[in-house]
């Protein structure tokens, strides 16, 4: 399979880890609805903490990939990741 599509689902994964860690850690740890968690963070200034902690199932996923020697896909969960804390730094630069 082409290395730039590999690239691509793991970047994929990737997201959709971030996306599925931080929604289940508002549904599990949060009083407030899903909406109601945001808008309260991004009032706090504590949505770049949302995106980390949403970002601690890439952990799996590169590993899982790593494991199954899917190294391409790994590296497009890494790029995921890095993008992501790109994004922490700019909420908590601006």
Known sequence: ?????EVLIGFV????????GTLL??????????????????A???VGSLLALGALLN????????RLRRDQRA???LLA???????ILYYKVF
């Open 1 to 5: 399979m082409n290395n730039k599509k």
């Open 13 to 20: 994964i990737g997201i959709i880890a971030n996306t599925v």
């Open 25 to 42: 850690y508002i549904v599990l740890f949060s009083t407030l609805s899903i909406t109601e968690t945001f808008e309260a963070a991004v």
């Open 44 to 46: 706090q200034g504590h």
């Open 59 to 66: 952990l799996g996923a590169f590993f899982a990939f790593l």
């Open 75 to 77: 590296r497009g969960v």
């Open 81 to 87: 990741t890095v993008i992501t804390a790109l994004i």
